[in-house]
């Protein structure tokens, strides 16, 4: 699928117009919603290949990954998708640690001073992903680049570069047409996941 198309997909799917509280804090006058883009194979078909593509890209040009981690739980099906594709092994980040079995705070194999990228779903202010970042570094991994399917342009790249990371996302708000002074505010036109209009 074309990547123009895809994003057409994505908005028909997850795409939603209210007034919403994001994670952040901030309020928002739209919302993608990115269990209904992650949960639709069509839709997290395409989101994997092309962010597969930007990380092969990013290795041919010298980047080294030994593993890939998502923070739970929205972007664990994006990283299980992105593991099979590449066949980089993935880690899985929890908000906490849990309190039974191993108590571990990173699921998945790995050993101190393996590089790894994180991958997330939707980079707003970035406070998701910098906490999993915390986390892996803090297990002794080293931590770059952070891979997304959607920056909201509200922070969330500034505040990567800050903590020492790079931001690669699949979209910007801007390029899906959603960004900008309107507060997010359009009105959708594309194909949804069934092929009907929206």
Do not use: Q, W
Not at 53 to 78: D, F, Q
Not at 139 to 155: S, T
Request: glycine letters at 16%.
């Amino acid at each position: 699928m074309e990547k123009g198309s895809l994003g057409k997909l994505l908005l028909g799917v997850a795409y939603l117009e209210g007034d919403f509280v994001l994670r952040s804090g901030r309020r928002s006058r739209y919302y993608l919603d990115k269990y209904l883009f992650e949960t639709e194979p069509r839709v997290l078909r395409g989101i994997v290949h092309e962010m597969a593509l930007m990380i092969r890209n990013h290795m041919a040009a010298g980047a080294v990954y030994h593993r890939l981690a998502a923070p739970e739980l929205g972007a664990v099906s994006l990283g299980a998708g992105l593991s099979l594709e590449s066949g980089i092994p993935f880690l899985i980040v929890r908000k906490g640690e849990k309190g039974y079995g191993t108590s571990k705070a990173i699921e998945g194999a790995f050993v101190s001073g393996e590089r790894v990228a994180v991958v997330e779903d939707i980079v707003t202010s970035g406070g998701a992903a910098l906490a999993a970042v915390d986390k892996l570094r803090e297990a002794g991994l080293v931590v770059e680049d952070l891979y997304c399917v959607v920056d909201r342009e509200e922070g969330g790249a500034e505040a990567a570069a800050k903590n020492g990371l790079t931001l690669h996302p699949l979209f910007t708000s801007t390029e899906l047409g959603i960004g900008g002074g309107a507060g997010g505010a359009i009105e959708v036109r594309g194909e949804t996941a069934s092929g009907a209009d929206v």
